[in-house]
C-alpha cells in the first residue's frame, strides 16, 4: 500500500480539541475524515463545529462520525489524539492493529510519550511515526520518528502535514519531543506565580510584550485544557524525574475544581 502517492483519507482517532481540529483542517483541505470516539456527546459537539466551520460548501460532506474504528477501516492513514496516557494509548493503537493492515502508518498526536514506546505498545513499530500539532496552532508541526520507524511511515508522516498546509519539522526521539518538552514546564511555572499572587492576565501580558509569546502561557493552558496539560505533566516527569514537569499545586486544584480552561467556560480565565 503507497499511501504516499495514494489519495489521502483519514481515520482519526479521538475527537478531542487535536482531534476535532485536525479533522477541521483536514476536510477543508478536501481531506476525507472518520472522526471515532467512544463519547456520542464528544462526537456531537466535534461534528457540530466542524460542521460550523465548514458551512454549506463541500467540506461538511467529507467527515464521518463513529464510535468504531472498523468504520474507518479503509483509511490510508491512522491518526491516534486520544487522551495522554498510556493505558489510552495501548487501548487505541490495539483497536487500531485489529482492523487496519500492516503497513498503515499510524501517526501519534502524543506530545509527550516517546515514540519507541508507543511503538511497543502498537506491536508494529515500522509503522509508528509521531506527528505532534502544537496547540495553540501554529504552521509547524513536529515529526519525530523512532528507532524502528520506516521511511514509509516518515515519508507518510511529512505528506499529511503538507496537504494540510502545514509545515513538517522532524526532530529526535525524547519524551516531550521540542514544543511540549519547552512549553509544558513554562506553563506549569507561570502557573506557580499566580499561586504565589500574580494575575494571570498580568503574566500573560509580560510574556507576549515582553517575550514574544503570542498567546500567553496561562492563555495557552485554557487551551489546551487543564486535565491534558496534568495527564501531560505527569508524562513527562516520570520519563524525566525534573521537577519542572511536577503538576503544579494550583493546576491540580483547577483539575479537582472542574475549572478546565475554555471547554469548560473557566480556567485561568472565565469564557461566556
Not at 87 to 108: I, M
Not at 182 to 190: G, K, M, R
Request: charged share 20%; hydrophobic share 45%; aromatic share 4%.
Amino acid at each position: 500500500m503507497d499511501t504516499v502517492t495514494q489519495p489521502l483519507r483519514l481515520t482519526i482517532l479521538g475527537a478531542g480539541a487535536t482531534g476535532a481540529g485536525l479533522a477541521r483542517v483536514a476536510v477543508h483541505r478536501g481531506i476525507p475524515v472518520v472522526l471515532v470516539d467512544p463519547g456520542r456527546r464528544v462526537l456531537e459537539r466535534a461534528a457540530a463545529a466542524i460542521a460550523e466551520a465548514a458551512g454549506a460548501g463541500p467540506a461538511r460532506r467529507l467527515l464521518r462520525v463513529t464510535g468504531s474504528v472498523a468504520d474507518g477501516g479503509d483509511a490510508t492513514m491512522v491518526v491516534e489524539a486520544v487522551t495522554e496516557s498510556a493505558v489510552a494509548k495501548t487501548r487505541a493503537f490495539a483497536q487500531a492493529c485489529a482492523v487496519f493492515a500492516a503497513g498503515t502508518p499510524l501517526a501519534s498526536c502524543s506530545s509527550a510519550i516517546p515514540i519507541e514506546e508507543l511503538a511497543d505498545w502498537s506491536g508494529r513499530p515500522p509503522d509508528l511515526v509521531g506527528t505532534h500539532f502544537p496547540n495553540p496552532a501554529c504552521d509547524g508541526v513536529e515529526v519525530t520518528r523512532g528507532r524502528r520507524t520506516s521511511e514509509h511511515a516518515v515519508a507518510s508522516a511529512r505528506a499529511l502535514v503538507l496537504a494540510l498546509g502545514l509545515r513538517p519539522v522532524l526532530i529526535g526521539e525524547q519524551p516531550g519531543f521540542v514544543g511540549a518538552r519547552l512549553q509544558y514546564p513554562l506553563i506549569n511555572a507561570a502557573a506557580g506565580l499566580v499561586g504565589r499572587g500574580a494575575r494571570a492576565a498580568s503574566v500573560d501580558a509580560v510574556m507576549g510584550s515582553c517575550y514574544g509569546h503570542t498567546v500567553g502561557p496561562l492563555r495557552a493552558a485554557d487551551l489546551i485544557g487543564i486535565d491534558t496539560l496534568v495527564l501531560t505533566l505527569d508524562e513527562l516527569y516520570t520519563r524525566t524525574g525534573d521537577e519542572s514537569c511536577r503538576p503544579s499545586p494550583v493546576l491540580l486544584d483547577m483539575l479537582q475544581d472542574g475549572a478546565l480552561g475554555r471547554k469548560a467556560g473557566r480556567g485561568f480565565y472565565q469564557y461566556c
